[in-house]
């Protein structure tokens, strides 16, 4: 499945590593994905809310139905979150841009996830105009 399948597809997006920032790519990579109608779920345990929503502490807090799960993390983080993800039954594994790590695609894939590693959400959604 390609990038575009995978924005026309899924609405639910768990953010990893969401900003209260809006100059990091954290926050307006995200911001601009909710403006265009998907559902952002926060996840990062150092902030209360992102932008009004709710922020939950780790992935496994999370109690919404996630579609894709969108990475703002350093490549070593996230062995540990597509472990931590895998109950969740995502249907996507998204690394930002400069995100890449083999190991966790390899697992990923192993549980039957897409993965997709260093591109941008929004820099792929905007190819679809």
């Known amino acids: 499945m390609d ?26 990579v995200p911001k601009y994905l ?3 109608g998907y ?3 926060p996840v ?15 992935i496994s807090d999370v109690d919404e139905n996630i579609d894709v799960i969108e990475i703002f993390r350093r490549p070593e983080a996230v062995l540990d979150i597509v472990r931590q993800s895998l109950n969740k039954k995502p249907k ?6 400069g995100i890449i790590n083999e190991d966790a695609k390899k697992l990923a894939e192993e ?6 590693m260093d591109k941008c959400m ?5 190819k679809l105009k």
């Open 92 to 97: 996507v594994i998204w690394m930002q841009e």
């Open 34 to 36: 909710r403006d265009h």
């Open 44 to 58: 990062n345990p150092n902030i209360e809310s992102w932008d009004g929503i709710k922020s939950y502490r780790d």
């Open 3 to 28: 990038t575009s399948e995978i924005l026309k597809k899924y609405r639910n997006i768990a953010v990893i590593g969401i900003s209260d920032k809006p100059d990091r790519p954290g926050y307006y």
């Open 111 to 116: 549980n039957n996830i897409t993965v997709v």
């Open 39 to 41: 559902n952002i779920i």
């Open 122 to 126: 929004m820099k792929e959604h905007m």
